[in-house]
């Protein structure tokens, strides 16, 4: 595993995902950037095994970006894979554009629609049975918000996983503690995560998931021969992290930046692809 | 008429069969057992899924099965089936137009004993709203084992209604048209036309004997295809009459009621039309099914009434 390249590729994935943000006044900008260091090993750590070329090739690992706000930081890296050209990040909810709001399956390399809460484990269940009755190694990945364990269908599929030991499973919590109205303790507590997963079955975990090297590990031991059980990583993440002002603030959810925000914003991303 | 097997069982003998052969047919229970499915679960149990009381994720899962080319069936009590995980089946399967069979056993007042929650009085509206969701309802089990035989040789998203209980037979091995026509005339009549599916079929051979006694001669249409209707084919099968009847153990709103009324409309039929329904009520009585729908309305005795005097109206 290269960090280096990794904290390049995230700098410049942040920049990508907040031009968005930034010329089209659409998007969740902080979501992604809770999640986007685990996307980004994802792709650039050398696990997703995908063929632009072939966006369905039968042994191809999948990702379900479960919380489907965040799914626009998949989007630039569709582009810089190969699946779709660098010019549709210029007509990102367009009406000639492929990119929109919430990810679907018209777009190369999105599995599934999402956007509505709750369903990533589940699909991703489905793909993995079919993955393993017909003897492929492929992996299904699902990056799923704190906030959407809320909903009480992912209980249902954390159970169905757990009972059927879908160890090609690896669901990443993006624990980043904020829902809309508040910090997900204040609102309806989620506490203690880790401990739910594992007593649901799973073989469970806590990192600080914008740290390149736990990611990383985590995903070894999710890949460990002896494991016979999902995996689940609760990734203790920032909300909006990279801009300053964005930084674990639930109320910059859905909202856009004005004009001063958007020259700070992008200085902060600047220096960080030049850091 | 005598009975014969319950629809559900031949239905899943006839995909059991099926999935000997083909292996990429998978069959997922929400906790809904059937005398047919004991043999499938012990001898394909790689291919039968207990999905568990959780018809939200078995949604999810046939998606994802569905998206890996699988034949899927789902298979729970028609009211968890639809109205329990409605969400998933629009958004995971209905929005990315997989294919997938939704079987839902014990459709209207079957679950008599068991009270509103068990009744599926709602499931026509609820499931027809749903972009690319055909819907069927099994009058007889010849016409389940057709659906059965569809569902794998032309895979759609499709929901298959069925009654709890063995129901008549009313079709013969010969017709093997009955899908394909959608409305099938089953007894002819003069003036007044009946249509209906399941349970109320059965009940509406009772009416039209009782109309038959007071000179009124009534059709009989078995709607096996509420979803899409041809506007070809109800033009066909109206046209020799000059009243309708709807007859349904569902509520009026958005019923088989509605879907013939729409189907009219788009045809450019404009005639006296006679909804027979459950009104805007839910029962929570003993006293089982005739008791239901009794109080609903729609017994054989009040349909025959409410039928009679819409044929000497003038």
């Known amino acids: 595993m290269n960090i280096e390249l990794l904290k390049k590729k995230a700098a410049w994935l942040r920049r990508e995902v907040f031009e968005l943000v930034a010329v089209h006044k659409k998007g969740h900008a902080p979501s992604s950037y809770s999640c986007l260091d685990i996307i980004t090993t994802l792709f650039y750590g050398g696990h997703m095994r995908v063929n632009p070329k072939n966006p369905k090739w039968e042994d191809r690992d999948r990702i379900f970006i479960s919380k489907g706000h965040a799914g626009m930081a998949m989007y630039p890296v569709l582009c810089d894979l190969g699946f779709v050209p660098f010019e549709e990040l210029k007509k990102f909810t367009k009406p000639d554009g492929v990119f929109r709001f919430y990810p679907d399956p018209s777009i190369p390399g999105v599995e599934a629609i999402t956007g509505s809460l709750g369903h990533g484990i589940g699909i991703a269940s489905g793909h993995a049975l079919a993955g393993r009755h017909a003897g492929k190694n492929y992996r299904n990945y699902v990056i799923l918000g704190d906030g959407e364990c809320y909903e009480g269908s992912i209980w249902e599929s954390a159970l169905f996983a757990a009972h059927h030991k879908l160890n090609s499973l690896v669901v990443f919590v993006d624990r980043n503690r904020c829902c809309i109205l508040g910090h997900t303790e204040d609102c309806v507590q989620l506490d203690p995560m880790e401990d739910k997963w594992r007593a649901f079955g799973w073989n469970a975990m806590t990192i600080d998931g914008h740290d390149f090297a736990q990611i990383e590990k985590a995903l070894q031991s999710a890949y460990d021969p002896s494991n016979t059980r999902p995996t689940a990583i609760i990734a203790n993440t920032v909300k909006g992290k990279g801009i300053s002002f964005m930084e674990n603030k639930p109320g910059w959810h859905n909202r856009m930046p004005n004009d001063e925000e958007i020259r700070q914003a992008r200085a902060e991303l600047d220096a960080l692809q030049t850091a | ?314």
């Open chain 2, 1 to 314: 008429m005598k009975n014969e097997a319950l629809p559900r069982d031949v239905f899943i003998n006839e995909i059991f069969d099926e999935a000997k052969r083909n292996r990429n047919i998978y069959f997922i229970s929400a906790d809904l057992g059937a005398q047919a499915l004991d043999a499938f679960r012990k001898e394909l149990p790689e291919q039968f899924i207990h999905a568990g009381i959780c018809e939200q994720n078995m949604v999810d899962v046939a998606t994802g099965l569905a998206q890996n080319g699988k034949t899927v069936y789902l298979y729970a009590m028609a009211p968890f089936l639809t109205f329990r995980c409605f969400e998933q089946i629009k958004v995971s399967l209905a929005s990315m137009h997989l294919p997938a069979t939704l079987l839902g056993v014990g459709v209207g007042y079957s679950y008599d004993d068991a009270g509103p929650t068990h009744y599926a009085t709602e499931d026509i509206s609820c499931m027809r709203s749903l972009a690319h969701m055909e819907i069927l309802t099994a009058s007889d089990s010849h016409a389940a084992r057709l659906m059965a035989r569809l569902s794998y040789t032309s895979p759609a998203l499709r929901y298959i209604r069925m009654d709890r209980q063995a129901l008549p037979p009313i079709y013969t091995e010969a017709d093997t048209f009955i899908i394909e026509q959608g409305l099938v005339e089953v007894r002819p009549g003069k003036k007044i036309v009946l249509f209906t599916n399941g349970i109320t079929m059965k009940m509406a051979f009772n009416i039209r004997e009782n109309l038959l006694a007071q000179g009124v001669e009534l059709a009989l249409v078995d709607v096996v295809k509420l979803k899409p209707i041809s506007l070809e084919r109800i033009r066909e099968v109206i046209s020799p009459y000059d009243k309708i009847v709807t007859y349904e153990e569902h509520f009026l709103s958005g019923g088989l009621g509605s879907c013939i009324l729409e189907a009219m409309a788009d045809a450019g039929i404009c005639k006296p039309v006679l909804r027979v329904g459950i009104a805007d009520n839910y029962h929570c009585e003993n006293g089982g099914r005739g008791r239901l729908q009794k109080l609903a309305g729609i017994d054989v005795e009040s349909a025959t009434k409410k039928i009679l005097e819409f044929s000497n109206r003038a």
